[in-house]
């Protein structure tokens, strides 16, 4: 599997967190050096692993904030 990098450019906020500690966050990420993009998904309690998730773009952020 290839390395993934990624860098928390902006902590958002915490959704959840279960009994093991990994929380579901959204957060601001740059991926592999790119513009950062918003990001929803589950983080183990350092960050050192993470669960699958969903990368918006601004523009799908802003959609998404009109319709919650």
Do not use: C, F
């Not at 902590?11 to 950062?36: C, F, P, Q």
């Not at 183990?44 to 601004?58: D, F, R, W």
Request: negative net charge.
């Amino acid at each position: 599997m290839a390395n993934i990098e990624y860098e928390i450019v902006e902590k958002i906020g915490v959704l959840s967190e279960n009994a093991k500690g990994w929380r579901k966050e959204v957060n601001l990420i740059s991926w592999n050096g790119r513009a950062a993009k918003y990001d929803i998904r589950d983080w183990a309690p350092e960050h050192e692993k993470m669960g699958k998730g969903v990368t918006l773009s601004e523009e799908e952020w802003q959609e998404l904030k009109k319709l919650l």
